[in-house]
């Protein structure tokens, strides 16, 4: 599952007001983005045809066919694999090495593996 940038700001307007018509959409990606309703709807399509969203009449309806947590996994996974040789380690390892690491970010992340 691969959501390039555009289609990712498409997905996070469906995700925080599903369902929503593609007309909606469009008003959002002008505030917030920029984007004229051709780009957007462009996306849509896109999207739909990716199986990630549905429409539905009337009104053009999106509902998402992918949670943002399956993005969020598949997204994680690919940036271990290409920059990382899959090893989830040296993942850590960089991250840990970040001098811009608060002690409660360290904390929390200690947390979180003494949970697992």
């Known amino acids: 599952m691969k959501v390039f940038g555009s289609?990712?700001?498409?997905?996070?307007?469906?995700?925080?007001?599903?369902p929503v018509?593609?007309?909606e959409i469009s008003?959002?990606?002008?505030d917030e983005i920029g984007w004229n309703k051709n780009t957007?709807?462009?996306?849509?399509?896109?999207?739909?045809?990716?199986?990630?969203?549905?429409?539905?009449?009337?009104?053009f309806?999106?509902?998402s066919l992918i949670s943002k947590d399956e993005?969020?996994?598949?997204?994680?996974?690919?940036?271990?694999?290409?920059?990382?040789?899959g090893s989830k380690k040296a993942l850590f390892c960089a991250l840990l090495e970040d001098e811009d690491l608060t002690r409660e970010?360290?904390?929390?992340?200690?947390?979180?593996i003494e949970k697992r």
Not at 7 to 18: A, F, L, P, R, S
Not at 105 to 112: K, Y
């Open 105 to 112: 970010e360290l904390d929390a992340i200690r947390e979180m």
């Open 71 to 85: 993005v969020c996994k598949s997204e994680t996974k690919s940036l271990v694999d290409r920059l990382f040789g």
């Open 61 to 63: 309806m999106c509902t």
């Open 21 to 23: 018509s593609a007309k």
């Open 27 to 30: 008003l959002i990606a002008k």
């Open 7 to 18: 289609e990712m700001k498409v997905m996070e307007i469906i995700w925080e007001n599903e």
């Open 40 to 59: 957007t709807y462009t996306v849509i399509k896109k999207l739909v045809e990716k199986g990630y969203i549905k429409r539905d009449e009337p009104g």
